[in-house]
């Protein structure tokens, strides 16, 4: 069993996205473990972007991932990383494939509604730095015979 840190970015939360993306992976039939609303602070976005810095892109990213509430959560599920990514589409909106989260909603790079982690190693990096350990919650999924 595979788990996932998934974060909806500010513009997502702003636009009042919230439950509507959150209802795909409830409905793909992925498990939820742990959920918090929170703002992110300078140095929680750089350790969180640490990968991406010195590319162009890393200061107005990390001015907006802490601009705004963010909702950060954890999944869990059989090949969650990939197919979480896979429902979130590619970074570039104008790449993403229809019925991807970032295609149905998104129409910047630089405002593409939600993180995914890329890797099983990055997900349990950015689930450490964004939860503390008792807050993933343990807990039977009852449907998942059926999934
Ligand atoms: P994320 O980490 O947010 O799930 O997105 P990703 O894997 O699809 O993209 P990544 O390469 O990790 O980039 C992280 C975030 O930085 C912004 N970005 N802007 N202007 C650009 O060329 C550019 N490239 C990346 C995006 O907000 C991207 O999600
Ligand atoms: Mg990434």
Redesign the pocket.
Known sequence: MERTFL?I?PDGVQRGLIGEIVARFERKGLQLVAAKFMKVDAALAECH?E??KG???YPP?ID?ITSSPVFAMVWQGDNVIALT?AL?G???AVEAAPGTIRSDYAVH????L?????SPENAAREIGIFFRPEELVDYEQMTQRWI
């Open positions: 974060m970015k972007y990968e991406h590319k162009p892109f990213l907006f990514r979130i590619k970074t570039n790079t630089n405002f593409n939600i993180h995914g982690s890329d």
